[in-house]
């Protein structure tokens, strides 16, 4: 958590400003920065970030998987939020007051020349940030996004085809599928009526297109309720109200009746109907 719902609506709301009181950090130029703690960035030491991100504009916000990309007037910047990870934009804060307004858990902070200011709070500390003069090196190894057209039937059945492993370990490695995590996972692989520790290569070329269909669709809704808002670290969204198996363990399921139950699959808590997701 955040899984590509949230943060394509994290990306999207950095973009228009929308939710942020119309504050927007795209076309701002970055005259400060703040690294509170120095193991946030994950490839460049803090002398170094500062000194080439100093003076670059903010050209664009948009999402690649899991990763907040920030296409900069020379680099770009990537942000994974990762468990904890969360953005906001502040306005009306200069330099004097920058010490003065930070919130638990900062661990970095820009500021621009508007006197606007974009926060990374990451308290568990798994979040990471990266300034790369090409992002391909981070990024290439991601595999496809699940709602690209480019990613058709045929192949998303080739892929499973080609690995035999558990369906929802799976689906949750984003060098197979970019941008899914526990909580879509479980709830398209219900839709799909697949057990997750289906292994994939046994599907059949009916079920492989009910899964990428089921996963568009969760997905699809998840981007337009903003994301689900289940803990303390994103909030904002409602797809929790429309979970059909995720975090309803003892619950009856919403077409048999019988309870949820929670496993264990891949050491990841795994929420399934058992009469709806045979083995």
């Avoid at 920065?33 to 991100?53: C, G, H, M, Y």
């Avoid at 999402?63 to 934009?89: E, P, Y």
């Avoid at 669709?217 to 797809?239: C, H, M, P, T």
Wanted: positive net charge; proline residues 4%.
């Amino acid at each position: 958590m955040p899984e590509l719902p949230e943060v394509e609506t994290i990306a999207r709301t950095l973009r228009s400003g929308e939710r942020h009181r119309g504050l927007t950090v795209v076309g701002q130029k970055i005259t400060g920065v703040k690294v509170l703690w120095d193991r946030t960035l994950a490839n460049i030491s803090p002398e170094q970030f500062k000194s080439r991100i100093i003076g670059q504009v903010v050209e664009n916000v948009s999402r690649r998987g899991k990763f907040l990309v920030f296409t900069l007037s020379a680099d770009t910047l990537l942000m994974h939020l990762r468990m904890s990870g969360d953005v906001r934009i502040e306005a009306g804060v200069d330099k004097k007051e920058l010490e003065l307004a930070l919130q638990p858990h900062d661990r970095l902070v820009l500021l621009f020349e508007s006197g606007q200011r974009l926060a990374f709070n990451n308290p568990r500390k798994f979040g990471r940030v990266w300034l790369a003069e090409n992002p391909g090196q981070i990024l290439d190894a991601l595999g496809p996004e699940p709602l690209d057209i480019g990613l058709t039937d045929e192949v998303f059945y080739g892929m499973l085809l080609s690995h035999r492993r558990m369906m929802k370990p799976l689906l949750m490695d984003q060098n197979f599928l970019a941008g899914m995590g526990n909580i879509y996972t479980d709830e398209a692989l219900f839709r799909a009526r697949l057990h997750p520790r289906r292994v994939s290569n046994t599907v059949s070329e009916k079920e492989s297109e009910l899964l990428l269909q089921e996963i568009r669709n969760v997905l699809k809704e998840g981007i337009q309720r903003n994301g689900a808002s289940i803990d303390w670290v994103y909030r904002g969204g409602d797809f929790q109200n429309e979970f059909k198996v995720y975090g309803r363990k003892d619950e009856p399921c919403t077409v048999c009746g019988t309870e949820i139950i929670r496993i264990l699959v891949g050491q990841r808590g795994t929420h399934i109907c058992p009469t709806c997701q045979k083995t």
